[in-house]
């Protein structure tokens, strides 16, 4: 399973490779066109909107998965392993209950909006750019449910990048 995941990750992170080299070419084009041309898109602002909030929800599928969110584990990381493995698991079900309404209230928003269009992009459905939050918070779902399980079962594989990132930009 973690395996399968582990592909799906990495299929996601191309994806917000894609997604951030279009938001570049976008953006890039939009300013051509507004300052070399002075005839100004009015779609390309709202388009690169959406395409960012994509690539920071894709972006958190991976790096929720490779544990390289901000975390404060100073002193977490100070705590023997019984203590560590309950705090791990505290904090995990934290993450797996948000996913859980990101997921759920995402797919009522998805369904909701699902008719609607964006204002300057008329064939663009309000209900595609919101499908980001149930399928991500899905993904991470997974990813959490699999973390549960491994501390449950007491095979938590903290190496790979599973510790949290410090915030440091020598790593």
Not at 23 to 32: D, S
Not at 107 to 132: F, H, Q, Y
Request: proline letters at 2%; glycine letters at 10%; one cysteine or more.
């Amino acid at each position: 399973m973690q395996r399968l995941i582990g592909r799906l990750v990495t299929l996601v992170e191309w994806w917000a490779v894609l997604l951030l080299a279009g938001l570049a070419a976008i953006v890039c084009f939009g300013i051509f066109f507004r300052y070399v041309l002075n005839a100004s898109l009015s779609w390309y602002d709202e388009f690169a909107s959406y395409m960012l909030v994509w690539l920071t929800f894709y972006g958190m599928v991976v790096a929720d998965y490779r544990g390289k969110h901000i975390g404060f584990d100073l002193f977490v990381n100070k705590l023997g392993p019984r203590a560590r493995r309950s705090v791990d698991f505290v904090a995990e079900l934290a993450v797996f209950g948000f996913q859980f309404v990101l997921c759920w209230y995402g797919w009522v928003l998805t369904r909701t909006m699902l008719d609607e269009t964006a204002i300057s992009l008329p064939w663009v459905k309000v209900g595609w750019i919101n499908s980001v939050l149930p399928i991500t918070g899905a993904l991470v779902l997974l990813i959490s449910a699999m973390r549960i399980a491994g501390i449950l079962s007491g095979k938590v594989d903290r190496k790979g990048g599973h510790e949290a990132w410090s915030g440091s930009s020598s790593e």
